[in-house]
């Protein structure tokens, strides 16, 4: 059982290039969110999806895109690489239904320079 | 008001101390909380859920009081181990939704 799946683990881009960031999980959670870290800023809400097919955005999403064709996989795109979006990016998936907690892949550290 | 908020520190207590975070949150109708544990830029990781009655797991104690709308975290018998940033997470947004705190910094020292 991997759990949630992150790749690439490092990655640098210059500004202007587009990357998409991977995830999948093998749990069969309905629930798939993707969060970015910056220092003194705690996880901020990117984009998140309640199923395959469903996304909505989160606290952050601008300069992101998602799509959930699967309920395994959740890719996060960045359209136009920029230097403020240099961070850590998590993606996390859970049970919809029930005090279920979030697992969390191992993170994608992501310079744009 | 931030949703979520916590006193980000850091604590910096010795070995053996008891040491306790709180972690208020805005959602009145939230059901499900929990406290993440996260080292130096790794992914969060589950530390432990909150459930209305309490629960104790261990050196490890949460609590949740609905009434003031917080949740709490308590460590005893620190050790050098537990030095990481604690996360408490409520839902919002409809209730399935988990709102991260900024997260509360422990040190503990020798």
């Known amino acids: 059982n991997a759990g949630v799946t992150q790749t690439p683990k490092f990655q640098v881009l210059k500004t202007g290039q587009s990357m998409t960031l991977q995830c999948a999980q093998d749990?069969?959670?309905?629930?798939m969110s993707w969060y970015r870290q910056d220092p003194g800023m705690g996880l901020r809400l990117i984009h998140y999806s309640v199923g395959a097919g469903i996304t909505d955005q989160g606290e952050v999403p601008n300069g992101y895109n998602v799509s959930r064709s699967t309920t395994e996989d959740f890719p996060l795109r960045l359209l136009s690489a920029a230097p403020s979006q240099t961070s850590v990016y998590f993606c996390?998936?859970?049970?919809?239904?029930?005090?279920?907690?979030?697992?969390f892949g191992d993170g994608t550290r992501l310079s744009i320079l | 008001r931030k949703e979520v908020e916590q006193d980000p520190g850091p604590f910096n207590v010795p070995e053996g101390a008891t040491v306790a975070f709180n972690c208020t949150y805005s959602?009145?109708?939230?059901?499900?909380f929990f406290w993440y544990r996260q080292d130096c830029r790794k992914e969060p990781k589950l530390l432990m859920s909150?459930?209305?009655s309490g629960n104790e797991d261990g050196r490890f104690t949460a609590q949740l009081n609905r009434a003031s709308q917080y949740i709490s975290l308590l460590i005893r018998d620190s050790k050098l181990s537990d030095s990481a940033t604690y996360l408490c997470v409520a839902p919002t947004g409809g209730s399935y939704i988990p709102t991260f705190g900024r997260g509360t910094s422990l040190i503990v020292h020798p």
């Open positions: 749990m069969n959670h309905e629930y």
């Open positions: 909150v459930y209305s």
């Open positions: 959602n009145s109708a939230s059901q499900s």
């Open positions: 996390a998936s859970r049970f919809l239904t029930g005090n279920q907690p979030q697992h």
